[in-house]
Structure formats: C-alpha cells, structure tokens
C-alpha cells in the first residue's frame, strides 16, 4: 500500500496493530511458528522507498508500529478487521497484490498440523466411546472423558487405592452382585443383610457404601466427614478429598482386605487437595 507513495521516507508512517502478541512477535529473537512470516513484515518496511531519487531527511525513520485497542472506531483498523474475515472465508487478493512471499504455497506448520490432528483423534475417541456399552452407566460416574482428573487423582494414590477406584467406578469388583455375574459367587444378594434381617438385596457398590446395615457405624463416621455429599457417589469420586474419606471408610469396613490389603485406608501419605 505504501510502496512508491511519495511520502515514504520523508515522514514517519506509522501502523496500528490490536494484536500485542504481533507486535512482540516482530522483536523476538526465538523463533516459533510462522516466525518467517513476522519476519517478513520488518524486511518489507526496510526496503520501502518512494519511486524517486529525492533524499530522504537524516534520522526520520520510514516506518513505526504501534498498539491500538480493538474496535475503537479507528477507520483503518476496522477495514484491516474486514479483510482478515474475508480472507478467513477464502477470498484473496490477486497475486500481483500480494507480498511476494504470500505469492506461493505456505508451507505447513508442523505445531499446528500436530494440534490439529490430536484434536481430531480425540473428536474420534470420543465418538468411539460413545458407541460402547459402558458408556450409560459412566454417566453416573464420570462424564469428563477422557478422565484426565481421575487420572491425576489416581497419580498420588497407592496402587491398591487406584485399583479399588477402578473397580468401583467400572463395578467390577469382588461384590455379589459382579461375582455372581461372573460365576464366582451363588448369589446376587448380601449375605450380611440377609444374615441380620433375612432381606434379600443386591449387593452392589451403592449398596455397599451407603446402605448396608453391617456398616452403620463406618457409615456414620463417612456422613459425618462427607456432609451432603455423603451418598453422592460421581461427587465423592471427583475429588480427593472426598475419596479420601472413602478409602478410609473401605478400610475400616476390612470388605475387601483379602484382595487388597489392610493399607487400603491409609491416606496419611495423601497432601490437602489445593482449591
């Protein structure tokens, strides 16, 4: 645009940028993606002249690029903001228009296209998850796939500890009702309930942490620490510091000692969750 005006040289013309990170980009000396293209912007403001052999005045620089604030109602800058949403949609200047360097195939930026195909193989991913099974009933668990906060949790926890939130999460675990789906057990139900009262219930995880009369004092003891979030079992699980008092209620009620120990309830090793 400025190329052979004939003020070029003779005073300071100056653009205006709303992009700060622009503006950094061109004093920068690490180079980053798409570095060759800022560098491109200074070089084409050295090279500027006006068409003619008069002397330019000593110490007057060509060219000076400032900050300004989006949209405030500087004529140039919202003109600058149209065509950058048209060439967004495809439309271009013609080539003889445009910088030299924009006049040939760019070629592809490594970061972005590494983004760009990890954004995609998640958008699959999820869409695969979808698709199975057990997906409805994490629903009631974990709706955060792909589960990056139960992967931090489970990061400081025992192995032990990791393992029986996986099972309690996924209800694979050594309760009746999955032993008996698997033929490991003769019956569904609790053969606690069943012992005490003669009822007849489905030993399943809810059952187990909340509801079993067997365990009414470690009940009482997680209700107490738990509040209002002491029979919601997606809340609990979300975060340490509720699954803390969790582990600790498993390991008093020693269900599960034989598989996998008696430190299951230990979280003396476990720091306050921040926030």
């Known amino acids: 645009m400025l190329q052979g005006r004939p003020e070029v040289g003779k005073a300071t013309?100056?653009?205006?940028?709303?992009?700060?990170?622009?503006?950094?980009?061109?004093?920068?000396?690490?180079?980053?993606?798409?570095?060759?293209?800022?560098?491109?912007?200074?070089?084409?403001t050295e090279i500027m002249k006006d068409d003619t052999n008069t002397p330019s005045p000593t110490g007057t620089p060509k060219f000076a690029l400032k900050w300004i604030a989006a949209h405030k109602g500087v004529k140039g800058n919202e003109r600058v903001d149209e065509e950058v949403k048209r060439a967004a949609q495809g439309e271009s200047s013609s080539l003889e228009e445009l910088p030299t360097i924009l006049r040939k195939h760019l070629p592809t930026s490594a970061s972005v296209a590494?983004?760009?195909?990890?954004?995609?193989q998640k958008a699959r991913w999820l869409e695969t998850w979808k698709t199975l099974p057990c997906f409805a009933r994490f629903q009631h668990i974990d709706t955060s796939f792909p589960f990056n906060k139960f992967r931090k949790i489970s990061s400081v926890l025992s192995r032990s500890q990791s393992s029986l939130l996986i099972q309690l999460r996924t209800g694979h675990i050594p309760l009746n009702s999955y032993l008996h789906h698997i033929k490991k057990s003769a019956t569904r139900h609790c053969t606690n309930c069943w012992d005490a009262s003669h009822r007849s219930i489905i030993e399943t995880v809810i059952h187990y942490l909340f509801e079993?009369?067997?365990?009414?004092?470690?009940?009482?003891?997680?209700?107490?620490?738990?509040?209002?979030?002491?029979?919601?079992?997606?809340?609990?699980?979300?975060?340490?510091d509720r699954i803390k008092e969790l582990l600790k209620y498993v390991g008093r009620t020693a269900r599960f000692k034989m598989t996998l120990g008696d430190a299951i309830g230990d979280v003396s090793h476990l720091e306050p969750e921040e926030g």
């Open 114 to 120: 590494k983004q760009e195909f990890a954004e995609t």
């Open 212 to 240: 079993c009369q067997t365990y009414a004092t470690e009940h009482y003891d997680m209700d107490r620490a738990l509040g209002h979030h002491s029979r919601d079992l997606k809340g609990i699980l979300g975060r340490l």
């Open 13 to 44: 013309a100056t653009s205006y940028s709303d992009s700060q990170a622009f503006i950094k980009a061109t004093g920068a000396r690490n180079t980053g993606p798409g570095q060759y293209l800022v560098l491109e912007y200074p070089r084409l």
